[in-house]
């Protein structure tokens, strides 16, 4: 072949690809699985999905936009461990792409968003494009905020501006090629980021639509929920079938029976959301302690009950292979068994278990500091691969609820890896279906992760 006719050959080659994989891989919409007519939110008659609930209709626009910044979730990335809030610095390690630090969107001039203009601030989050103009990168979940009106986003730029400034500049990034080219991005957007603002659903309730709203433009729940594709690009057709994060796993959240919230009460979805605990079911720990912490805990009872609505109408997904999927428990065990796993780790893990846990946990495993640290019927305790169990007792948990704090200490320093694999095979073995076989070395490879 001559060389010219190479070249026509690569290009039909590559624009065929790209085709294909625009069918295969593209998001779109991320309420395309209800049935309805989708319109437009000027031309849509029924009760506005989008803003502030009616109990804060009234208030003023900083007040507005606190509201909606904490929906949205802005300070969990903008905030560092021991940063001040919103100064950004918390760092993004991304396989094979290498560390990304989240910017400083305080109102000072220079190292923060005081200078950004009203245009520039909502293309950032429309448009996920930056000040300068270059393409910022989808760890900052702009597929979801371009969904947000213009008038929700200007009054969280108002929130934000109206609070302290802090002059601080978050480390460079060290990102590799070719990755390190933002224009790439481009084409990503292209495949993955909606076209749109939130188009409510005419032929579903007020209920659901305000719950669409608050899960897909605020709290982009589907960011951890949902499986991602090599691209990035979150899976549509897994829509919150559970996916891996930060070393913990976000569950299954579809109404799915057996191994997503399908037999979940309303009660204890709401408990769940609000305030971290779904009596009777799991506690929220890790990623989604903070996601209860910064965010949710502070959304009003409708609001959290329309996210239920909302979050019972997606598709089912059972998904046994999931990477993230773990069996609801069909029974809470309350009675501890006698029968262990490895003769050689359940001694040890017993006399951790009694050492340092007991007195919160109870050996019944009712937990008796607070409902939260019950482990009947958690999903975490019915994990065979003991992950977030393994997470929770390196990190510990801290969130503050309405009554209260809820708080387990770190065990991740000063217990060894024999000891956190002896402990995890221990609870599981008791409070599971299936016990754990964690090695210390495995343990090794966690800390690692989170
Ligand atoms: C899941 C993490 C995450 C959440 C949640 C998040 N951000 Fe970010 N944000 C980032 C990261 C990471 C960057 C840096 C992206 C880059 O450099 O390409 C960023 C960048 C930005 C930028 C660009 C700043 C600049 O100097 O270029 C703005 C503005 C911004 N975020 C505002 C917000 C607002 C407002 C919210 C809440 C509505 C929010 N972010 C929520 C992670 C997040
Ligand atoms: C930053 C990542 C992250 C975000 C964002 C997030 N989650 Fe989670 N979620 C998790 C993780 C991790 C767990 C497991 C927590 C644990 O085991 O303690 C979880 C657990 C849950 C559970 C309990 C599942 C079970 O069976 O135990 C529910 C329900 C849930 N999330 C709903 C939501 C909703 C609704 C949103 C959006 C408002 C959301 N999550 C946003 C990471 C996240
Ligand atoms: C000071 C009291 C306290 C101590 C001591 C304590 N915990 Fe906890 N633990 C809690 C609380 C409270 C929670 C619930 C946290 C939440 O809601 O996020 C919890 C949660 C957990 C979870 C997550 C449970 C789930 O279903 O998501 C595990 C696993 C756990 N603890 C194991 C241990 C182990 C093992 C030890 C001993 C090495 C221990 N805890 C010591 C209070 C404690």
Not at 8 to 26: D, E, F, G, T, Y
Not at 54 to 72: H, I, K, N
Request: charged content about 15%; aromatic content about 10%; proline content about 6%.
């Amino acid at each position: 072949m001559s060389p010219s006719r190479k070249l026509i050959a690569l290009v039909v080659v590559l624009l065929a690809m790209a085709a294909v994989a625009w069918l295969l891989l593209r998001s779109g919409d991320p309420t395309v699985f209800a049935s309805g007519k989708r319109v437009h939110l000027a031309d849509f008659r029924g009760t506005n999905p989008t803003g502030v609930p009616p109990s804060l209709a009234g208030a003023d626009l900083v007040a507005r936009g606190e509201y909606l910044t904490r929906a949205a979730d802005c300070a969990a990335c903008h905030t560092a461990p021991g940063g001040k809030p919103f100064s950004g610095g918390l760092a993004f390690k991304l396989p094979m792409i290498g560390t990304l630090y989240s910017t400083n969107i305080t109102p000072d001039a220079e190292t923060g968003i005081g200078a950004w203009s009203d245009e520039e601030f909502v293309r950032a989050l429309h448009q996920g494009i930056g000040k300068d103009g270059k393409h910022l990168y989808p760890a900052f979940p702009y597929t979801s905020y371009t969904l947000m009106t213009r008038s929700d986003a200007l009054a969280i730029k108002a929130y934000l501006l109206s609070l302290k400034p802090i002059k601080y500049t978050p480390p460079p990034n060290d990102i590799s090629f070719p990755f390190n080219q933002r224009n790439l991005m481009w084409f990503w957007n292209v495949l993955f980021k909606p076209e749109h603002r939130f188009q409510p659903n005419a032929d579903q309730s007020p209920d659901w639509n305000r719950g669409a709203y608050l899960v897909e433009a605020l709290g982009h729940c589907g960011d951890c929920h949902t499986p991602r594709n090599l691209l990035y690009g979150l899976k549509s057709h897994q829509k919150f079938a559970g996916a891996m994060i930060q070393g913990w796993k976000a569950y299954n959240i579809t109404p799915d029976q057996v191994w997503g919230i399908g037999d979940w009460s309303d009660a204890q979805l709401k408990g769940y959301l609000s305030g971290g605990h779904a009596e009777g079911r799991s506690s929220a720990a890790g990623p989604m302690g903070e996601v209860v912490d910064n965010s949710l805990r502070f959304l009003s009872d409708v609001d959290i009950g329309a996210m239920a609505t909302y979050l019972r109408s997606v598709p089912s997904i059972g998904n046994a292979e999931g990477i993230a999927a773990v069996q609801t428990p069909l029974v809470a065990k309350g009675t501890p068994k006698v029968a262990f796993l490895d003769a050689a780790i359940a001694p040890l893990g017993l006399h951790v278990f009694e050492g340092a846990c007991a007195s919160c946990h109870s050996f019944d495993g009712n937990g008796v500091v607070s409902s939260h640290a019950s482990f009947l019927g958690s999903r975490t305790m019915n994990d065979p691969a003991g992950t977030n169990a393994t997470q929770a007792i390196l990190q510990g948990a801290h969130l503050r609820v309405a009554h209260g704090e809820v708080f387990m200490p770190e065990f991740g320093n000063g217990y060894s890896d024999a000891e956190i694999a002896a402990v995890v095979n221990y609870l599981t073995s008791n409070f599971g279906i299936r016990a754990s076989a964690l090695t210390p070395n495995e343990i090794v490879k966690r800390r690692q992760e989170n």
